[in-house]
């Protein structure tokens, strides 16, 4: 029998708060946990932002060479595509949206009532930025989770103890949601050389042996190349408050990011070219679709 080799201990490199940004022309409320522009330091992930929005939320936009993660955490979320795909989606929902070659989309609050998302970019590969674009619902009924005492994992992407989650991705990427109660020790099982946040929802947690607060996220870097395991330490305070945290992890791509608006590419010249194909109409046609009237 091979013996396996020991799993790799992971630690917190580093902890950030939210930044509030406050009220702008498309939303009530907005703030950023993973400010874009630190690549380096956050590579597979560009971007995480919340928002609040009643209207006009955001209209018809393009995007090119990255997938959105957009996960609503209260009222629901209307959105639609030029490819003819339209959807409501409630609380615990995730819509995975490989944008690729190009796509035009939209993002608002149903009936213009209320939603409150967080909205996470992930890179593409080079390789795959050009790729076909995809639209996946992920309703919450629809995600498997494992449980254990005082521990619910809901399985978006990847695996955990065992259990798959449903999102395709052209660069693996884990997606999970931990519901852990007071007092509570748990231990995640993650690729050794992924990069991965966790982002504290609701309560706080020793993470990496690290205090975390409500509304911070903590950063933990690849531990060894390969193909070998890890493990990332969780435990909760004793208290009457269960901790809700969002974890994803991802290899990093170690490519160049180059970013313009709602494009990231590899290079100047292909953010260029984007802004030409989506103004001469390669990207398709802006819709003049009707807005939903049911869920």
Do not use: C
């Not at 409500?214 to 690849?222: R, V």
């Not at 001469?280 to 679709?289: D, K, L, N, V």
Request: proline fraction near 8%; hydrophobic fraction near 40%; aromatic fraction near 8%.
């Amino acid at each position: 029998m091979t013996e396996q080799p020991p799993l790799a201990a992971r630690r917190v490199d580093r902890v950030q708060t939210k930044q509030p940004l406050g009220p702008d022309a498309q939303v009530d409320d907005k703030a950023l946990v993973v400010v874009p522009g630190y690549f380096q330091h956050t590579d597979p992930f560009l971007a995480l932002a919340e928002d609040w929005f009643s209207t006009p939320g955001f209209e018809w936009h393009p995007h090119r060479g990255i997938e959105t993660v957009t996960m609503v955490l209260d009222g629901v979320l209307e959105h639609g595509d030029n490819l003819g795909h339209a959807g409501a989606l409630e609380p615990g929902g995730v819509q995975w949206m490989t944008a690729g070659r190009g796509i035009i989309h939209r993002e608002l609050a149903f009936r213009n009532e209320h939603a409150h998302i967080l909205q996470l970019w992930v890179n593409l590969p080079a390789a795959d930025k050009l790729v076909e674009t995809r639209y996946q619902d992920l309703r919450h009924h629809a995600q498997p989770a494992h449980a254990e005492p005082g521990v619910k994992v809901q399985v978006i992407s990847g695996t955990a103890a065992g259990v798959a989650g449903p999102a395709l991705n052209h660069h693996p990427i884990t997606g999970l949601i931990l519901t852990l109660d007071p007092a509570t020790a748990y231990a995640q099982l993650l690729p050794a050389d992924h990069r991965a946040f966790a982002f504290v929802l609701d309560g706080r947690a020793w993470i990496g042996h690290r205090p975390v607060e409500k509304d911070q996220i903590a950063w933990s870097d690849p531990v060894a190349p390969g193909d070998g395991g890890s493990v990332l330490p969780l435990r909760t305070p004793e208290g009457d408050r269960q901790t809700r945290i969002m974890l994803f992890a991802g290899r990093p791509l170690g490519e160049p990011v180059v970013a313009g608006g709602p494009f990231v590419m590899n290079s100047r010249e292909e953010i260029e070219q984007a802004y030409r194909d989506f103004h001469s109409g390669r990207f398709g046609q802006i819709p003049r679709a009707a807005r939903l009237q049911t869920r």
